[in-house]
């Protein structure tokens, strides 16, 4: 079963930037489309961005075109999401999660989660 795992979370001021990083184990990410979610305090779950296996296929929400970037290390088993530009509205629970598929993004459902990193935008 793949497994993944979050890092790169923390406070940062408004207009900073930070690195989240999902590291898989058990399993290679070759054959892995792999999305982006957050969930802040009272809100529901929202898609961020994902990346297909290939990584020839991305798609961002409209609330982070521009600010954010999703990309793939197969070499290291780990996908990034770089975030600049950060606002107090991303403050939030980040979640990365796994599907064992070619599809392009964006993608329906994913069967694997790990278990998120906070990331807090505040000054």
Known sequence: QLQLVESGGGLVQPGGSLRLSCAASRFTLD????GWFRQAPGKE???VSCISSSGGSTNYADSVKGRFT????DAKNTVYLQMNSLKPEDTGIYYCAGQRTWQLCPIVEYDYWGQGTQVTVSS
């Open 31 to 34: 054959y892995y489309a792999i």
């Open 45 to 47: 779950r929202e898609g």
């Open 70 to 73: 999703i990309s793939r290390d």
